[in-house]
């Protein structure tokens, strides 16, 4: 069984930064895309960044593009969020998720299996 733990959240002010890590275990890592998905209060859990199996290939929110950077190390058997020039509206709990789809990518919730607990981050103006 997959288990995801995140870690990295807090508090921050706009224009600072976080990392959120995604720790993984319980099969192999590099069998899994890894995506992040945030949920803001009373709104739906959305798409944010996901990474492809090789690392090769990622997708981000529109809204986030040139801010935030997904990756994954397999050695460490992790996958980070780099969130860089943090806004307000980013404020949310963000979710790890493994998933393993046909295509390369998806950013779709049904793609993945395997959920983390979620971390809060809250951006203060």
């Known amino acids: 069984q997959v288990q995801l733990v995140e870690s990295g959240g807090g508090l921050v002010q706009a224009g600072g930064s976080l990392r959120l890590s995604c720790a993984f275990s319980?099969?192999?890592?590099?069998?899994?895309?890894m995506g992040w998905f945030l949920q803001a209060p009373g709104k739906k859990r959305e798409f944010v960044a996901v990474i492809s199996r090789s690392g090769g290939n990622a997708d981000y929110l529109d809204s986030v593009k040139g801010r935030f950077t997904v990756s994954r190390e397999p050695d460490k058997n992790t996958a980070y969020l780099q969130m860089n020039n943090l806004k307000p509206e980013d404020t949310a709990v963000y979710f790890c998720?493994?998933?393993?789809?046909?295509?390369?990518?998806?950013?779709?919730?049904?793609?993945?299996?395997?959920w983390g607990q979620g971390t809060q981050v809250t951006v203060s103006s």
């Open positions: 998720a493994a998933g393993a789809p046909r295509t390369a990518v998806s950013t779709l919730e049904r793609a993945y299996d395997y």
């Open positions: 319980g099969r192999s890592f590099s069998s899994y895309v």
